[in-house]
T-cell receptor
Framework: DSGVTQTPKHLITATGQRVTLRCSPRSGDLSVYWYQQSLDQGLQFLIHYYNGEERAKGNILERFSAQQFPDLHSELNLSSLELGDSALYFC????????????????FGPGTRLTVL | GNSVTQMEGPVTLSEEAFLTINCTYTATGYPSLFWYVQYPGEGLQLLLKATKADDKGSNKGFEATYRKETTSFHLEKGSVQVSDSAVYFCALSGRGSYIPTFGRGTSLIVHP
């Protein structure tokens, strides 16, 4: 158990709909990362938040948005869903103890499997 | 930019066989290197890491050595078990960046 929780575990919805995925980081971790994992694209970094502020964006579509709340949990909002958005969405947290040396371990949640029909 | 290249899988082995999964990278400066493992139905978890050249990371019988001269971080295990069946991801993150770059993953299947 990594200490990172994600809900829901599975989500089935229709094209054009909007969903919200939730993540709670490990106790004490200020950083939250979102990733999308699909068979054809592999593991793609979407966005990074640190203590409530957006720090970096990766391959995140304009239809997707995220935020991190004062209690440090984060939500990923996916709207106008398309069939191609079906994937596993992972949240990860890190403690930032490497001080910018890039050696931080990422702790991944169990993921949310999104199926768009 | 940074990139990680892993050997394509699946890698299929018999129990107690020797394992090597190749990983090479492209990065500026001196990145930290990681191997993560993803068991079926779970998220990724750190297997081992190395933060500077010639460092050897090790865990659960797995080892990888940071080779700057060949820009490689190959994963090895002397005797694999059925329980090692999983997908293995090589990753790097550079100094000043908290965002890791992951390889595409290599699936390992170990038969009894």
């Amino acid at each position: 158990d990594s200490g990172v929780t994600q809900t829901p575990k599975h989500l089935i919805t229709a094209t054009g709909q909007r969903v919200t995925l939730r993540c709670s980081p490990r106790s004490g971790d200020l950083s939250v990362y979102w990733y999308q994992q699909s068979l054809d694209q592999g593991l793609q970094f979407l966005i990074h938040y640190y203590n409530g502020e957006e720090r970096a964006k990766g391959n995140i579509l304009e239809r997707f948005s995220a935020q991190q709340f004062p209690d440090l949990h984060s939500e990923l909002n996916l709207s106008s869903l398309e069939l191609g958005d079906s994937a596993l969405y992972f949240c990860a947290s890190s403690d930032g103890t490497s001080g910018g040396l890039g050696a931080d371990t990422q702790y991944f949640g169990p993921g949310t499997r999104l199926t768009v029909l | 930019g940074n990139s990680v290249t892993q050997m394509e899988g699946p890698v299929t082995l018999s129990e107690e066989a020797f394992l090597t999964i190749n990983c090479t990278y492209t990065a500026t400066g001196y990145p930290s290197l990681f191997w993560y493992v993803q068991y079926p139905g779970e998220g990724l978890q750190l297997l081992l890491k190395a933060t500077k050249a010639d460092d050897k990371g090790s865990n659960k019988g797995f080892e990888a050595t940071y080779r700057k001269e060949t820009t490689s971080f190959h994963l090895e295990k002397g005797s694999v078990q059925v329980s090692d069946s999983a997908v293995y991801f090589c990753a790097l993150s550079g100094r000043g960046s908290y965002i890791p770059t992951f390889g595409r993953g290599t699936s390992l299947i170990v038969h009894p």
